[in-house]
């Protein structure tokens, strides 16, 4: 009874609250990922330094690029198993489920190797220089040595919406971020760690979320598995996970390319300017990160629902789903455009950082309605198994088109370039996205 409870979500309940149904629970969990970060800069700020401030910010493509792993395992998995569930070959979506969590885990231990092999060089790429390298090393090396934990967290938050448990997913995220939140004042001050007791906290954080996953899938779950003699599944199908988890991962990957390019960029006009980045950035995502949510919390009621062949059902999804971005995007962009100045005197009270935030956020702001064209554009290709529209995506709002506005931008306005260059990345490649959709051919 349970499990036609569960079809029921994705066939038959009223396409509002199926959708609310799904992605209520993941905007929970976007908003406490979003906590991770932002409390350690929030706790970070507190010290004043912008120094150590900046040294934080800049390890965050550190941060996005475990996610754009994750994702490629996460999101390529959820994907192929949603699909795999509406055709009801429950059996196979269990393998995928066991291939992706073992897949993750051995990644991330790869990843902490690299990383801590090539920790200066990596460093000093990402704009580390001076005092702002030390502060970025003490960030970095504890990360580098979670990356396993912070992996592997994103396959069972991915998996679990599959089968309609979104709740669980959030459960186990609100768990991790509390965690995170009561450790970190007490190792950057009372054990007076700095950033690297912000960054232990966060690992913490993620061990204990995983966990809680883990117990969660062997208890709740009747389709998902962590059993290891599950995870044997054929070329076709680990070929149609990465088909659309690299894309997806490139997506973040692109991200974490885009903040260090950015930040680069900001370095030669002072470490306040990339602390002011820094912050503004999470504040943006308070916002973004939501829009994100909703448009992911509805992959697999669209992929359901295009394996199963119900296009009428999927048309009215989507354009649900535009509607939910564009309210999101415009209401939430004029609150933060309103209260910019307090949002960043919030993480630090600095004058001058102030003025910078202020400045940067207002203008990121004005990107989110093209980023929510963006995203159900972006989650459509993927739950529909277009892996070349998906990669095409992928690797431009934050990798081609922003670099190449960001380059234009910034020698011909110089630092207003610099800052303007993410809202012109969003519009154009909002349009690539249309213009993708209408030759992809997918059927809706």
């Known amino acids: 009874m349970e499990k036609e409870n569960r079809n029921a979500l994705f066939e038959t309940t009223p396409v509002p609250k199926a959708f609310l149904t799904l992605a209520l629970p993941v905007v929970m969990s976007k908003i406490i990922s979003m906590i991770y970060n932002m409390v350690d800069i929030y706790f970070i700020g507190r010290t004043g330094n912008a120094n150590l401030v900046a040294g934080v910010s800049i390890c965050a493509p550190v941060f996005l690029l475990m996610v754009s792993l994750g994702d490629l395992f996460g999101l390529g998995g959820s994907s192929v198993m949603s699909r795999l569930f509406g055709q009801k070959k429950d059996e196979d979506g269990r393998r995928v489920s066991s291939f992706t969590f073992y897949s993750a885990i051995a990644t991330g231990v790869l990843i902490t190797v690299i990383m801590l092999i090539f920790q200066t060089p990596i460093l000093h790429m990402l704009g580390a220089e001076g005092e702002v390298l030390s502060y970025a090393a003490e960030y970095y090396i504890w990360i580098a040595l979670g990356a396993p934990f912070i992996i592997l ?3 069972p938050t991915n998996q679990l919406r599959t089968e309609g448990l979104a709740n669980i997913a959030m459960i186990g995220s609100i768990v991790g971020s509390v965690v995170n939140i009561v450790l970190d004042p007490v190792f950057i001050f009372g054990l007076g760690m700095g950033a690297g007791g912000a960054a232990i906290a966060t690992v913490l954080g993620n061990i204990v979320t995983d966990i809680i996953f883990v117990v969660c899938i062997r208890k709740k779950s009747q389709k998902l598995t962590v059993d290891i003699k599950m995870a044997k599944v054929d070329l076709a199908i680990v070929g ?3 088909a659309i988890g690299l894309p997806s991962s490139l997506n973040n990957l692109m991200n974490s390319f885009g903040t260090a390019l950015l930040n680069r960029g900001l370095a ?10 820094g912050i503004a950035s999470k504040v943006n995502m308070m916002v973004a990160m939501i829009m994100i949510a909703f448009a992911f919390g509805a992959q697999a009621l669209i992929g359901y629902n295009y394996g199963a062949g119900n296009r009428a059902r999927l048309r009215e999804i989507l354009k649900f789903d535009l509607l939910v971005q564009m309210l999101i995007a415009i209401a939430g962009g004029a609150l933060l455009m309103i209260f910019a100045p307090s949002m960043i005197r919030l993480f630090m009270n600095d004058a001058v950082i102030v003025e910078a935030g202020t400045l940067i956020l207002r203008r990121m702001l004005l990107g989110l309605p093209f980023t929510g064209i963006f995203l159900v554009c972006s989650t459509l290709f993927m739950s529909a198994g277009k ?7 992928s690797l431009s709002r934050q990798g081609i088109v922003f670099a190449a506005a960001l380059f234009i931008l910034s020698r011909t306005l110089g630092y207003t370039g610099v800052i303007t260059a993410q809202p012109v990345a969003d519009m154009l490649s909002a349009l690539l996205a249309v213009a993708l959709l ?3 051919k997918i059927e809706i």
């Open 268 to 277: 030669s006009y002072g470490a306040d300017k990339v602390a002011a980045m």
């Open 240 to 242: 149609a996970v990465f």
């Open 438 to 440: 209408k030759v992809s």
């Open 387 to 393: 892996s070349l529209p998906t990669l095409i995506m």
């Open 153 to 155: 967290t994103l396959i």
